[in-house]
């Protein structure tokens, strides 16, 4: 049954490696021009898709208290904010380096605790910080096209401010999905994602060009592409939900460690199918440098999983 779980808990950062490269695709094919806005809003509409699905599921969806549902809105709000610094970051460097960055999320969380809770930090937790901060620091040096040094701080920053996000909405829909239970949580999640997206729709009249020339221009790979990546992000959230009420916070977010190296294997493989996409750095310098990076921070995931 553990190893079950275990196997179970790997399927979500896989889906959410896909994802990684269909976002990726979509900006620099498609969304060029107010990408990241456009791809929210697709993303925030598209949820309504999973609402039919989840009340199937559990019809007592509605039978919800007003204190949980105010808390999965938090949640929703949240989540557009991660997307938005996420899009960001994977709109001006690549997927391996964008996502290497979510394994500072356990350190966000310990740390949250420390300050907010009470809770003691050992040394090997310490250790284990280091050697994940350590991990993703390798990252923000990199050569360009030119051979010159590259200093990533925009993606630092954009990415800082998307694991703690994520951090912070792990907590606070695992203690809703445990007084109400996972369905009721995701679908007023994706309600909230929904009345976000219709807001941004109505408010942001570039975003609404651009989500309008999308749907005129390239309708069906756009669509196409949207519809896949939602239907597997979504997926994987519900994989992810379950799996986080059958074991602790820490160790979901150790087999999302395993997100890294899965967008790494996916974009090679991409880049030796489909190289015009350039989803993928592929000298030797930087692939060394990456693997390193996801080695030393997996390392410190699995330290922190052990506690």
Same mark, same amino acid.
């Given at each position: 049954?553990?190893?079950?779980?275990? =196997?179970?808990?790997?399927?979500?950062?896989?889906?959410?490696? =896909?994802?990684?490269?269909?976002?990726?695709?979509?900006?620099?094919?498609?969304?060029?021009?107010?990408?990241?806005?456009?791809?929210?809003?697709?993303?925030?509409?598209? #949820?309504?898709?999973?609402?039919?699905?989840?009340?199937?599921?559990?019809?007592?969806? $509605?039978?919800?208290?007003?204190?949980?549902?105010?808390?999965?809105?938090?949640?929703?709000? !949240? %989540?557009?904010?991660?997307?938005?610094?996420?899009?960001?970051? !994977?709109?001006?460097?690549?997927?391996?380096?964008?996502?290497?960055?979510?394994?500072?999320?356990?350190?966000?969380?310990?740390?949250?605790?420390?300050?907010?809770?009470?809770? *003691?930090?050992? *040394? #090997?937790?310490? +250790?284990? !910080?280091?050697?994940?901060?350590?991990?993703?620091?390798?990252?923000?040096?990199?050569?360009?096209?030119?051979?010159?040094?590259?200093?990533?701080?925009?993606?630092?920053?954009?990415?800082?401010?998307?694991?703690?996000?994520?951090?912070?909405?792990?907590?606070?829909?695992?203690?809703?999905?445990?007084?109400?239970?996972?369905?009721?949580?995701?679908?007023?999640?994706?309600?909230?994602?929904?009345?976000? @997206?219709?807001?941004?729709?109505?408010?942001?009249?570039?975003?609404?060009?651009?989500?309008?020339?999308?749907?005129?221009? %390239?309708? $069906?790979?756009?669509?196409?592409?949207? @519809?896949?990546?939602?239907?597997?992000?979504?997926? @994987?959230?519900?994989? =992810?939900?379950?799996?986080?009420?059958?074991?602790?916070?820490?160790? *979901?977010? $150790?087999?999302?460690?395993?997100?890294?190296?899965?967008?790494?294997?996916?974009?090679?493989?991409?880049?030796?199918?489909?190289?015009?996409?350039?989803?993928?750095?592929?000298?030797?310098?930087? +692939?060394?440098?990456?693997?390193?990076?996801?080695? !030393?921070?997996?390392? @410190?995931?699995?330290?922190?999983?052990?506690?």
């Amino acid at each position: 049954m553990e190893v079950g779980v275990y =196997a179970l808990a790997l399927i979500s950062p896989l889906l959410y490696a =896909a994802t990684n490269h269909i976002d990726k695709i979509l900006l620099q094919e498609y969304f060029q021009d107010g990408g990241v806005g456009t791809l929210i809003l697709f993303s925030a509409l598209l #949820s309504i898709l999973a609402l039919p699905v989840l009340f199937l599921i559990d019809p007592t969806v $509605l039978e919800v208290e007003r204190g949980s549902i105010l808390v999965l809105a938090l949640v929703g709000c !949240m %989540n557009v904010l991660l997307l938005w610094c996420y899009l960001q970051a !994977m709109f001006h460097d690549e997927p391996t380096v964008v996502i290497i960055f979510y394994q500072i999320v356990p350190v966000i969380a310990l740390v949250l605790g420390y300050f907010f809770l009470g809770e *003691t930090i050992d *040394t #090997s937790q310490i +250790l284990a !910080m280091i050697a994940i901060i350590s991990g993703a620091l390798l990252l923000i040096v990199a050569f360009d096209n030119r051979g010159r040094l590259e200093f990533k701080f925009r993606t630092v920053f954009y990415m800082l401010v998307a694991s703690s996000c994520w951090a912070t909405e792990s907590v606070l829909f695992k203690v809703v999905a445990l007084e109400e239970n996972i369905w009721r949580a995701l679908f007023w999640e994706h309600v909230a994602l929904v009345c976000i @997206g219709i807001g941004i729709f109505f408010i942001v009249p570039k975003y609404r060009r651009s989500f309008a020339a999308a749907w005129t221009d %390239n309708s $069906l790979p756009v669509f196409g592409l949207n @519809g896949l990546n939602e239907s597997l992000y979504i997926l @994987g959230n519900s994989i =992810a939900a379950y799996v986080v009420m059958l074991v602790p916070v820490s160790l *979901t977010l $150790l087999m999302n460690s395993f997100q890294p190296l899965f967008v790494l294997v996916l974009g090679l493989v991409i880049y030796w199918l489909v190289p015009s996409l350039k989803v993928q750095e592929v000298s030797r310098r930087n +692939l060394l440098q990456k693997l390193a990076a996801i080695l !030393m921070t997996s390392l @410190g995931a699995y330290q922190l999983g052990e506690w």
